[in-house]
């Protein structure tokens, strides 16, 4: 089996940003939100992008043209019945992922692999769902997907060989750098990152130093390229609550437990990027 043809199920930034990188590296697209009018509206935000690109000098017309021939959109699910690969990146909610897993496993064809993009659940719950848990997987892109390199790798107690296999020369096909971990909350780069940041802002409500300040003191400092509450912001709060409510069921590490700002926070909606308002402001 070959990777030709694959399937995005989310509208948001992460699922935009895997579509474009896709449709870019030569696969088929297809696209598939809650309405025809939210996938539409995706694919014109990529192709606005795709035309900043070409603006810049970044990839030619016919690149473009060829990039936007290879995508089309949908609501209806039964669509991905032909893919190779269909990568789910909606709300991280495990309760929500298999129900779709659930429903993947009925209108995808057999041989198909159900990949997931959390960056923390357990896939094993999601491949469990299915009939056909050897086919399931993680494949973990980072935020924006056009750009980051890196891919996390996911390999479940089920999974067979091949799988992880197809699915790394796919990633490899993305122009990206892939790499294998097992099947444990916040894998590599959440496991490690998340302490760091859930630190930074009980730093903060101690009175160490100003946010402002610790910024500028991880971007001097250790050369990073934006400090941690300026992070916070890009990932948006109630993703990055999630992601430790998660590490912290798994592993009861307190450093995993969330710090009360940040869950006030969330509770205000203040959520970063996204709603305009986090720990700096974006209006």
Do not use: W
Not at 45 to 74: A, F, M, V, Y
Not at 148 to 170: C, H, K, N, Q, Y
């Amino acid at each position: 089996m070959s990777i030709k043809k694959v399937g995005i199920i989310g509208s948001g930034i992460m699922g935009s940003g895997i579509a474009q990188l896709c449709a870019q590296s030569g696969f088929e697209v297809v696209v598939r939100s809650r309405s025809n009018a939210t996938a539409q509206d995706m694919i014109a935000g990529i192709e606005k992008s795709l035309n900043k690109l070409l603006e810049k000098g970044k990839i030619q017309e016919p690149d473009r043209d060829g990039t936007i021939s290879r995508l089309s959109g949908t609501s209806d699910l039964s669509k991905l019945s032909d893919c190779d690969l269909v990568i789910e990146s909606v709300l991280e909610d495990l309760d929500t992922k298999k129900h779709l897993f659930i429903e993947l496993d009925r209108v995808c064809k057999p041989d198909a692999i159900i990949a997931t993009n959390t960056s923390t659940l357990p896939v094993i719950e999601m491949a469990m769902a299915t009939g056909r848990p050897e086919l399931v997987c993680g494949v973990h892109f980072f935020n924006p997907a056009t750009v980051m390199s890196l891919v996390e790798v996911v390999r479940p107690l089920t999974a067979l060989d091949s799988t992880i296999d197809l699915v790394t020369e796919f990633a490899l096909a993305c122009g990206k750098t892939p790499v294998a971990v097992k099947d444990q909350a916040g894998f590599i780069v959440n496991a490690l990152l998340f302490p760091y940041l859930n630190n930074a802002v009980r730093m903060l409500e101690n009175s160490v130093a100003t946010m402002e300040d610790i910024d500028a003191a991880m971007k001097g400092g250790c050369g990073f390229p934006m400090g941690p509450f300026a992070l916070l912001d890009l990932v948006g709060l109630d993703t990055s609550l999630a992601i430790l409510d998660a590490l912290y069921d798994e592993f009861k590490d307190p450093n995993y437990a969330a710090v009360p700002t940040l869950r006030r926070m969330v509770a205000a909606e203040l959520l970063g990027r996204k709603s305009g308002k986090g720990f700096y402001n974006y209006g």
